[in-house]
């Protein structure tokens, strides 16, 4: 699943993330752990999670990545949504959320999820702002057993309240 469009007069294409790609991933991540924006990841949790995420390809170099994560049945989150700075306002981002959100359709999720600041970027997008986890309460409870530290900030769990002061949770039903 290739997407391909210009961007600042250079070609760009979405694909899916190889293994090789994970540097560049995790590069473009820390460009945003800095002042809060994405939070870190260890390169073993990249590596691990690679097939969920698309990256953006200009002239052989990732300029920008994404994830899909998958939490439940009928729910995905967007995950570490990232352009680099050059390129921000050029639609790269854009074109690998819609890519995101065609996988969330083909794999049969019916809504996505975000926790972000960039709430004009994902209201483009019609995802829209939502006050509290959008799940029943029994799934909650089996949610809690997952050790992933993006359920956990999706849970709003006590211990990752620093990771998530001030952002928002956004949520687009497919």
Not at 86 to 105: K, Y
Not at 110 to 123: D, I, Q, Y
Not at 146 to 151: E, N
Request: net charge negative; glycine share 8%.
């Amino acid at each position: 699943m290739n997407a391909q469009f210009e961007a600042n007069e250079h070609a760009i294409i979405v694909r899916t993330a190889r293994t090789p790609d994970v540097s560049a991933i995790r590069s473009l991540i820390s460009s945003y752990t800095d002042d809060g924006r994405l939070m870190a990841k260890a390169q073993v949790t990249l590596f691990e999670s690679v097939q969920e995420f698309v990256v953006a390809e200009s002239g052989g170099r990732i300029v920008g990545c994404g994830a899909l994560h998958v939490m439940w049945e009928d729910l995905a989150e967007v995950r570490s949504l990232a352009v680099e700075p050059t390129l921000m306002g050029q639609g790269v981002g854009s074109a690998m959320l819609t890519t995101l959100i065609e996988r969330a359709r083909n794999i049969g999720v019916r809504r996505v999820f975000c926790l972000t600041f960039e709430t004009k970027f994902f209201g483009g997008h019609d995802f829209e702002v939502i006050d509290s986890a959008p799940v029943t309460h029994e799934v909650f409870e089996q949610l809690l057993q997952s050790y992933d530290q993006g359920v956990a900030e999706f849970l709003d769990l006590e211990r990752v309240k620093p990771n998530t002061l001030g952002n928002f949770r956004m949520l687009r039903r497919l």
